[in-house]
């Protein structure tokens, strides 16, 4: 049995005591960043990793990235070409980011990460909100409005001030800004769920597109894990478009 994660560690006794009864089953941990690396070079077509050896086609192979429109559909994209160097980031209870350069098992390197992540959205949410679930505080940020909470660009510099600037006046300009201020609008728990589930997003992309600039690869970023599966549909779009979302 392939375990990875922390649990494979921490439990790993647990499991063998529950497998005792059967000899034949054993635990082999396996690293998980390794493993998150293979399974993107896997989805991608042969020939953009290199490994296309047997002289045939990649129309066999099923588009397996996209990415999340504003009102949440989904676009399809293509593999770029070439392929590397990328930048993967992999968010779950916390963030790692992975520069992969080619696909030759174990050619990546970690470049950095936050701990600023699934577990801090969940652990705040709980702190903040009457929510006791991942699933109930997304649930709630679905419904709320982070700019109730947030102070944005337009409200520091106003409108013509964003425009002599460049900037959009919806860009976040501070994460839970308004709170400090002494006439703060009223937020509800939605509110701040969202606002919460903003913060963590924008912290990731911020960080991924860093590191993609400085690899040459802003066009190369995929994001992965527990974090932005099928059910946060919200931090998929906070993306702001600039990434692709690995299946």
Do not use: H
Not at 221 to 241: L, M, S, Y
Request: hydrophobic share 40%; proline share 4%; charged share 20%.
């Amino acid at each position: 049995m392939a375990t990875a994660g922390g649990g494979a560690c921490k439990f790993a006794p647990l499991f063998r005591d529950a497998l005792r009864a059967s000899r034949r089953v054993e635990l082999e941990p396996v690293r998980e960043m390794r493993a998150m690396v293979d399974g993107l070079l896997v989805l991608a077509p042969p020939s953009s990793t290199g490994m296309d050896s047997t002289g045939g086609t990649d129309q066999c192979f099923q588009q397996d990235i996209f990415t999340i429109n504003e009102d949440g559909t989904t676009a399809s994209r293509p593999w770029p070409d070439p392929l590397f160097p990328l930048i993967l980031v992999i968010m779950g209870t916390g963030v790692s980011i992975l520069r992969v350069d080619s696909g030759a098992p174990g050619d990546f390197v970690r470049v950095g990460g936050t701990a600023c992540g699934g577990g801090t959205f969940l652990g705040l949410a709980r702190l903040l909100t009457s929510a006791t679930s991942f699933e109930q505080a997304l649930d709630m940020a679905a419904e709320g409005n982070a700019s109730n909470a947030d102070k944005l660009v337009s409200d520091i510099y106003g409108d013509e001030g964003c425009s002599n600037l460049g900037l959009p006046g919806n860009l976040t300009a501070s994460n839970f800004g308004k709170l400090g201020e002494m006439n703060c609008p009223r937020c509800d728990e939605k509110d701040l769920a969202r606002a919460l589930l903003q913060m963590v997003t924008q912290q990731s992309v911020l960080l991924g597109s860093a590191y993609a600039r400085m690899a040459g690869c802003i066009n190369r970023v995929f994001f992965a894990g527990g974090f932005v599966d099928e059910k946060n549909q919200i931090a998929r779009t906070v993306r702001q478009g600039m990434c692709s979302v690995l299946l």
